[in-house]
């Protein structure tokens, strides 16, 4: 057995050039280095990869949750993490409950961490682990505990179950966007991209069942900013496409950000709702700082947005 580049743990490892491909249950799952990110990886303290790999760990479960089976970790990517701040607690607890919706927790089910050790033990301990940014998995315990103290918990022989407060908190985790079939698509509104939305963003939304919203396409006699507001919450997801227009100062690249499409956005992410990511190939190096750390969908054309849209729907949201 092999073990995992960033917590030491088993994992099942393939190396083919300068790609290093792990499937680690502590890490969540399958992730991949480059070479280049694996010699910085190699070559970093100790103690700076135990601050690391935690954060690390919540990139590789984020990658998962957009549709990405098999991230892939540059050098970019270790800069991005390490920039990041450490998960507050109640972005922790979300997390719990979104664990629980990933793997369908029924009434029935319940969570054990300790007692007999078996494999199915040692799987939800590095589950719970992964997702909630655990620096170690003595971290769990303490944490399943606060959940009990919120009310969200009961424990008993081993084995902890959720309690009627806790499936109220599970209901609203899961909930995320409204239980409608309407998808809000923030982008920039110019004539060059009116074929990427008609030809690529719309019929991929509507092919797997959802339709297509865009404000500038509805008639109305309210403040701008109101209906964006009450469009977003209206809408079960969002595709936020960060495509902006790109010129050249003084032979360097510029771009001019849509900065609407960073707000509504940020909306979104707040009320809990799913975002798809999206740019333009061009454009992808102008993306914000704070947001690269995304599972961006790079998109070349409208055919090409479209096929890659319905692949990332279909593996991400809930129908």
């Known amino acids: 057995?092999?073990?995992?580049?960033?917590?030491?743990?088993?994992?099942?490892?393939?190396?083919?050039?300068?790609?290093?491909?792990?499937?680690?249950?502590?890490?969540g799952g399958c992730y991949a280095f480059t070479g280049t990110a694996m010699a910085i990886w190699n070559n970093t303290g100790q103690s700076q990869k135990e601050s690391l790999r935690s954060k690390l760990t919540t990139w590789i479960v984020d990658q998962h949750r957009a549709g990405i089976e098999n991230p892939l970790i540059n050098s970019a990517i270790l800069e991005l993490v390490q920039q990041r701040r450490r998960l507050r607690h109640s972005e922790r607890v979300l997390r719990f409950f979104l664990m629980l919706i990933d793997q369908q927790f029924k009434v029935s089910d319940h969570i054990r961490i300790a007692g007999i050790v078996d494999q199915n033990t040692e799987a939800m301990l590095n589950r719970i682990s992964a997702w909630i940014e655990a620096e170690s998995e003595k971290d769990v315990s303490p944490f399943l505990s606060l959940l009990q103290d919120a009310g969200y918990l009961v424990h008993h022989n081993n084995k902890w179950r959720l309690t009627a407060a806790g499936f109220e908190r599970l209901e609203q985790a899961e909930g995320g966007g409204a239980n409608t079939n309407q998808v809000f698509v923030a982008m920039w509104f110019n004539e060059a991209m009116d074929p990427i939305y008609t030809d690529g963003i719309a019929p991929a939304i509507e092919e797997v069942g959802f339709r297509a919203f865009r404000i500038d396409?509805?008639?109305?006699?309210?403040?701008?900013?109101?209906?964006?507001?009450?469009?977003?919450?209206?809408?079960?997801?969002?595709?936020?496409?960060?495509?902006?227009?790109?010129?050249?100062?003084?032979?360097?690249?510029?771009?001019?950000?849509?900065?609407g499409v960073y707000y509504e956005a940020g909306f979104a992410q707040g009320l809990s709702m799913p975002v798809i990511w999206t740019v333009r190939s061009d454009c992808i190096d102008h993306v914000h700082f704070d947001t690269r750390q995304f599972a961006h969908i790079v998109w070349h054309d409208a055919g090409d947005l479209k096929q890659k849209l319905i692949n990332r729907i279909r593996a991400s949201i809930t129908p």
């Open 1 to 27: 057995m092999d073990t995992c580049f960033i917590w030491g743990t088993p994992a099942v490892v393939r190396i083919s050039g300068d790609r290093y491909d792990v499937n680690s249950a502590r890490a």
């Open 217 to 259: 396409r509805k008639e109305h006699n309210n403040k701008i900013d109101d209906e964006i507001i009450a469009e977003i919450r209206r809408s079960r997801f969002m595709i936020a496409d960060f495509t902006c227009d790109v010129f050249d100062i003084k032979g360097k690249k510029k771009a001019e950000a849509r900065g």
